[in-house]
């Protein structure tokens, strides 16, 4: 019965006759709202996608990070500071890291090699339930290696099929076989890694046994955190701690729109689309004024009027808005984002195929549609209630 | 209303409906669980930025200097980016 009534209101048949019969009218604001609301939804999906699913990783990482420093550079630690730490009341779960970067000189690219403890039974347990299929007594066995799609696609290319040939800063070379490839949806991460057993990653930077590149722990206690830190101080007079809350933080401002440019460039688009608005219709259009004329010559009121254009705008806005979010939807969540994920990873390395997790917040979309839709509304309310304020006569000519 | 109108809120309401349905029946738990694996096993959970080599790829731990100025506060393209 509802939707009997208002298939038969005059009003609305009026409203919707007259969406149509203008069309070329409404087809040009609306494909200059639904590009502005899609590229801006689009870095939003990106941004709060990747903030989501880093800081949900970031669950997993120990609470603090120590490395030696020398002048003002990290450097390797020594590995019997993992026994003075662990010394301390209040730690637990202190174990090294050994990665870095190795360099691919004839390409300029470079890769994240890491190296993990496979003797550590929860870092074997992990690692096999992550690649499937991993034959952990044949990959220690032999100097193997497990790499990212980003490098195994590009060792590929360049014919290292099976195995890799990497440089030691001794000169020498080391053969690494190629044992199998992380999973793509580990891309966001993992890329660009490559994880061999510690010892190894030791050999291929040249590392001395009793070095690390850094050493993790935890600390259950929060309230204990700025103690530990300040007994490190005292224990060691060369290094630097990073903590977890610091990398949270980083993590949180690191896509986060506000501080990026992507905001300011959205107010700007905005704005200028507004005053082109505002500009178009305050003009002297005769059709427009005319038809104002005339709804009042028949005995609109000037509340009729406004209520004709506001219903009218609002049909461009909702349908720009539900177009513009959709389409940016489909693009990151369904096609990965193309283009536009480089802004965010960067493009000068390896090429990355990034899976988005699909992440709405919906008080961020009604944020949009706010300042979205209130300027629109103005820029077309205004000069039309402008008009339907002079009498009929005067408007129409 | 006219026939048009309705075909045109029809297809906005697929469209729209499409996407809650996906973001509804999405499972984004394995991928979530695949990452957080590969932090358990390296211990770094810093994303894959695809940096030049004389830009930081670890998040926090690596930083650039320049070698003519080392005290200049420094800035690379990612820092244009985002915010610090």
Avoid: C
């Avoid at chain 1, 990070?65 to 202190?94: H, M, Y």
């Avoid at chain 2, 669980?33 to 940096?51: A, C, G, H, I, N």
């Amino acid at each position: 019965m509802p939707s009997r009534i208002l298939m038969n209101n005059a009003f609305l048949h009026f409203l919707t006759l007259l969406l149509f019969k203008q069309k070329g009218k409404h087809i040009g604001a609306v494909l200059i709202s639904v590009i502005i609301i899609f590229l801006l939804s689009s870095v939003l999906f990106i941004s709060s996608s990747l903030q989501n699913t880093l800081l949900g990783t970031l669950e997993n990482q120990s609470d603090f990070t120590l490395s030696r420093v020398q002048a003002g550079k990290a450097i390797n630690t020594p590995s019997d500071w993992l026994d003075k730490v662990l010394e301390i009341n209040g730690i637990s779960k202190v174990a090294p890291r050994v990665y870095g970067r190795y360099f691919f000189t004839p390409r300029e690219k470079s890769f994240l090699v890491v190296g993990v403890d496979l003797f550590d039974e929860q870092s074997s347990k992990e690692l096999q339930s992550l690649v499937k299929g991993l034959d952990l007594k044949s990959f220690l066995s032999t100097d193997s290696m497990l790499v990212g799609e980003g490098v195994k696609a590009f060792l590929s290319e360049h014919y290292y099929k099976d195995s890799f040939s990497f440089k030691t800063p001794q000169g020498s070379f080391k053969k690494v076989k190629i044992q199998q490839t992380l999973p793509s949806q580990t891309n966001l991460i993992a890329n660009d890694m490559i994880i061999m057993s510690i010892d190894l990653a030791r050999e291929v930077f040249g590392l001395g046994e009793d070095e690390v590149t850094d050493i993790t722990f935890n600390v259950p206690n929060d309230a204990e955190w700025d103690n530990i830190i300040g007994k490190l101080h005292l224990l060691f007079y060369d290094v630097r701690v990073v903590e977890k809350r610091e990398i949270r933080k980083a993590y949180e401002n690191l896509y986060n729109y506000k501080g990026g440019l992507f905001l300011i460039l959205y107010l700007v688009a905005m704005v200028t689309f507004m005053l082109i608005l505002y500009q178009r219709y305050s003009m002297v259009y005769s059709t427009e004024r005319k038809e104002i004329g005339i709804l009042r010559a028949v005995g609109w009121s000037i509340k009729d009027i406004l209520k004709l254009k506001f219903y009218e705008t609002a049909v461009v806005v909702l349908v720009s808005f539900v177009l513009g979010v959709a389409l940016a939807y489909l693009y990151v969540f369904i096609w990965d984002a193309p283009l536009l994920s480089q802004i965010f990873l960067g493009g000068a390395n390896l090429p990355n195929q990034v899976e988005f997790v699909p992440v709405l917040e919906f008080g961020l979309l009604g944020s949009i549609f706010l300042f979205y839709a209130i300027p629109f509304l103005a820029a077309v309310l205004i000069p039309a209630w402008k008009i339907a304020v002079t009498p009929p006569k005067e408007a129409m000519l | 209303m006219i026939k048009e109108f309705t075909i045109l809120v029809s297809m906005v309401l697929l469209l729209a409906g499409f996407v809650l349905v996906h973001y509804v029946t999405h499972n984004g738990i394995s991928s979530k669980e695949m990452l957080s694996s590969v932090t358990k096993v390296t211990k770094l959970s810093s994303p894959t930025l695809s940096v030049a080599y004389y830009e930081p790829r670890v998040l926090s731990y690596e930083e650039v200097l320049n070698p003519a100025y080392p005290q200049m506060q420094t800035m690379n393209k990612m820092d244009l980016v985002y915010a610090k």
